[in-house]
């Protein structure tokens, strides 16, 4: 069994900060891609931010220069920093990662999501 736990949701205001974090445990043997999406209401699930476990970090366009993705291998842990926070990054935003566990094999696992609101 494999979790992903979010956390650091909120409501900011527009130009403000958040970092979001997710924690993978369980029977995992190792993780290889981890990222983030987000999904506004009335719309489809979207690529916030990849980071693979050795290599270049994959950002959408709407978000670059903005957010910054991040990880500790460590602590089986991926990071979304969010700076200058425009009232359109409001979503759910959600953990994704793919896992080796010790079981069976690679699987993509997803978070239960954590609401950003930005709003004045």
Do not use: H
């Not at 043997?29 to 719309?43: D, E, T, V």
């Amino acid at each position: 069994q494999v979790q992903l736990v979010e956390s650091g949701g909120g409501l900011v205001q527009p130009g403000g900060s958040l970092r979001l974090s997710c924690a993978a445990s369980g029977s995992i043997f190792s993780i290889n891609r981890m990222g983030w999406y987000r999904q506004a209401p009335g719309k489809q699930r979207e690529l916030v931010a990849t980071i693979p476990s050795g290599g270049s970090t994959n950002y959408a366009d709407s978000v670059k220069g903005r957010f910054t993705i991040s990880r500790d291998n460590a602590k089986n842990t991926v990071y979304l920093q969010m700076n200058s926070l425009k009232p359109e990054d409001t979503a759910v935003y959600y953990c994704n990662a793919l896992i080796r566990t010790v079981v069976t094999g690679y699987d993509d696992f997803w978070g239960q999501g954590t609401q950003v609101t930005v709003s004045s």
